[in-house]
């Protein structure tokens, strides 16, 4: 296995921190890891807010139920309306930042950071108190907090490969399936409304 695709498996939630602060440079390099992720039609409909204050810090860990870890240094991944590049971001965003969201998880890995992504989105009252904490202006909407920190603490790598999950070719055919094969074809009508929304 080489180096790599080691990183994969070394990615872990890290959950303590020591008190070493998050150097500005590793963390463009985890900003750099994000935005070269990949996103719908190129769309970008992402923003970040780095947060390294103590204020903020203990705000979220205050307020947010499942963020107490004490990290030095946090990542909101945004979702940005007003920045996204066309409307693909409308339909994708939320995948286009979680692949955003992973990149900065594995940067952080490579570099000897320890990381945690606490789910924000799509749980109404933890997006109302990252608005508020955050002052978030309208066009952006908190995806997740990403706490990093040096790590106090070791995981084994690992992976959670599981057989029974993976289906090597389509499902055998019973013929008691709510699925018609002629239903993989679109009709003219979908066809143009496919277009439509590729605008
Ligand atoms: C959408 C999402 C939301 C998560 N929210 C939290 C959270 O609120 N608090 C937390 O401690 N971990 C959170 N995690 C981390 C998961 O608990 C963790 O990824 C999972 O247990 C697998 O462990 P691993 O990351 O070490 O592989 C979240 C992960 C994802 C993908």
Partial sequence: MNDFLDVFFKRRSVRKFTKEPVSREDLITLLKAGMSGPSGMNAQPWEFVVITD?????????????????????????????????KAGDKFWEQDCAAATENILLAATAMGLGAVWIGIHPVHVFERQVKSILNLPTGVTPFNLIIIGHPAEEKEARTQYDEKRVHWGVFPRTGKEKWKEKDAELSDVEKREHDIHDL
Avoid at 57 to 71: D, E, P, Q, T
């Fill in 54 to 86: 103590e204020e903020t810090l203990a705000k979220i860990r205050k307020n947010l139920m499942f963020a107490k870890m004490k990290g030095t240094a946090a990542i909101c991944v945004l979702g940005s309306k007003r920045m996204q590049t066309n």
